[in-house]
């Protein structure tokens, strides 16, 4: 799945470390206008990655085995490598876990990515000092980018906040440290934290998430200058702006007494250091007392007027999230630093406010399935080259991680062109499909239903998802939604007629299936609180806080079992709407 790779906040490697934020927009210029460069020859550009990574990698275990040290041009290894499923890799993950050298890396491996595992078993990938290096090159190129966008708005890039742990997940037989993909961004970044971020590195150490946020949101209050906010998801930085909300009170009166309150939960060693690294600010709570006081409320817009940019995934799911930061944020520009995951970065936002990402040419060797082609076990492939504007296609991607040909379960959509080199857009996971019978709804068609809906009836919603009912066959949809705060649904039955229109809109074989034998959806307004819930349930089965993520669509149709429905609206075959009533939502 997409999300935005907070390495790029902190790109930069040791040789590099003296750097400061007033050489930035030289340096990234700099790496920027090089990949620029390669744009325009995409073919070359990426024939030249191909071939420097399979001779550095050709004497590596599985190298041999498939004979890298023959091959000689990209066709040959598109004929001569097979596509292979994380499934083929394991045995050799395996033995780079219990220490073994040179099983998929010719460098040592320092690190070992694992996946959220959102959308199932959790995976391991290597990471390497050259698999860093090629993935950091594209970190700054996008920062390039996002300075350059914010110098064309009169927009400055600043200091930014971020709540993501940094606890790794373990350590391998082998010696080797693992977990998410951000924690050994911002681990291997350590020494350049604290020139980007408003807060102590330490902060990100606390393991319980209220108190690591409270504590992150009290050293970012300090900087009334702050310019940027960063997570991985759109849902991440609405939960950072909820904890701002709730607790603005306790943490005007921490930034106006210099303590950390008792309640915040805290091993002693941490809240030792970071009570050495809070200090009182009397005036700035003051400051925010006041706009407390004025607006009734504390939202980031408020607490920093000068905020600049947040940096999140876009794509996806991302649109209905983006539905309720103009709520807590105006106008501020969204940019989608790279998308990528943890087996590789695959786009470069050109721009702020943008879904499509130009392909990362310096990053992997990409390959695109054509739809035609899903269902076979060796796909015919199309090069970056030969992609066409509109077309959807699944992703394979080689890189320095030791994967070759590796199909991800990305679904990716080609917006256009930058220069020679595709502009792309994630849709959604490869399987990820409703289905009461044929009609395959993906996320991105009911994210696309609920975005319009929430325009139309001018509501905001926590969250939602669609899934089927248990007892019947076909099934009929259940459009379980949690209103946002204390808002209300005045017109239930018309919500779910306007569902049922605009599915029909956006995914057509939906319409279909419901003029044959597929029943009448019904709307499930959820309890308060009932998506927190599907949250740390997330967590209890070994999610990581940082890569948290609603599925907006389930096949498991017990996934949201055991949750409070407030209301339930069915929308029978023989229901009076009043077409008046719903053009006047419109």
């Not at 300075?147 to 373990?170: H, P, Y």
């Not at 019947?472 to 204390?486: K, M, Q």
């Amino acid at each position: 799945m997409q999300e935005s790779n907070l390495g790029q906040f902190c790109p930069l490697d040791e040789s590099k470390m003296s750097l400061s934020l007033a050489l930035l927009p030289a340096f990234t210029n700099h790496i920027k206008a090089q990949f620029i460069d390669k744009t325009q020859c995409v073919a070359e550009a990426q024939e030249r990655f191909l071939m420097r990574l399979l001779k550095a990698h050709q004497k590596t275990a599985l190298g041999k085995e498939l004979n890298l040290e023959a091959i000689r041009t990209v066709e040959q290894f598109r004929d001569r490598v097979p596509i292979l499923s994380y499934e083929a890799y394991v045995p050799y993950v395996e033995r780079i876990a219990a220490g073994e050298k040179a099983v998929l890396n010719p460098a040592p491996v320092n690190y070992i990515n694992l996946t959220s595992g959102s959308t199932g078993n959790k995976k391991l990938v290597p990471v390497t000092q050259p698999f860093q290096a090629s993935l950091r090159r594209a970190d700054i190129t996008s920062l390039g980018f996002l300075l350059e966008a914010l110098q064309r708005q009169g927009l400055k890039f600043g200091k930014s906040m971020v709540t993501n742990s940094i606890q790794l997940q373990g350590m391998t037989s082998g010696g080797i440290e693992y977990g998410p993909v951000s924690v050994g961004s911002l681990r291997k970044g350590k020494f350049w934290f604290e020139h980007i971020f408003s807060l102590p590195y330490e902060s990100l150490l606390i393991l319980d998430t209220l108190a690591r946020h409270y504590i992150c949101l009290l050293f970012a209050l300090s900087n009334a200058n702050l310019r940027g906010m960063t997570a991985n998801f759109p849902m991440l930085i609405l939960r950072t702006c909820s904890y701002l909300e709730d607790y603005a009170e306790e943490l005007i009166n921490s930034l106006k007494t210099g303590t950390i309150p008792a309640w915040v939960e805290i091993s002693p060693e941490l809240r030792h250091i970071l009570n050495r690294e809070l200090s009182a600010h009397p005036q700035r709570a003051a400051q925010l007392q006041a706009i407390l006081q004025t607006a009734g409320r504390l939202t980031p817009q408020l607490a920093w007027p000068n905020l600049s940019y947040i940096c999140t995934a876009r794509g996806g799911t991302s649109d209905f999230y983006f539905e309720r930061f103009s709520d807590y944020f105006g106008d501020i520009p969204i940019f989608g630093g790279v998308y990528g995951t943890a087996e590789g970065t695959f786009g470069i936002f050109p721009d702020v406010n943008t879904d499509g990402s130009i392909l990362a040419l310096e990053s992997s060797f990409f390959e695109f399935i054509p739809a035609d082609q899903w269902d076979t076990e060796q796909p015919k492939t199309l090069l970056p080259q030969e992609v066409q504007v509109g077309e959807r296609y699944r992703i394979l991607v080689t890189s320095y991680s030791g994967f070759y040909r590796y199909d991800i379960g990305d679904v990716v959509e080609v917006t256009g062109f930058y220069n020679q080199t595709p502009m792309i857009v994630f849709r959604h996971r490869r399987g990820g499909l409703l289905s009461s019978t044929t009609e395959k709804t993906t996320e991105f068609h009911v994210t696309q239903v609920m975005k319009a809906l929430q325009q139309e009836f001018d509501l905001q919603l926590e969250d939602f998802c669609i899934t089927l009912s248990e007892q019947e066959f076909p099934s009929p949809y259940l459009v379980n939604i949690e209103l946002a705060g204390d808002r209300t649904l005045s017109h239930p039955l018309a919500f779910l007629a306007r569902f049922e229109y605009w599915m029909q809109e956006v995914n057509s074989p939906y319409g279909t299936v419901r003029q044959g034998q597929v029943p009448p959806p019904r709307l499930r307004v959820l309890a308060p609180g009932s998506f927190a819930i599907v949250r740390q349930r997330q967590i209890n089965r070994g999610m990581f806080d940082s890569q948290l993520k609603i599925p907006h669509i389930s096949e498991d149709r017990s996934f949201l079992s055991g949750l409070i429905v407030e209301q339930e609206i069915q929308l029978a075959l023989d229901t009076p709407i009043d077409l008046s009533m719903l053009s006047s939502l419109s």
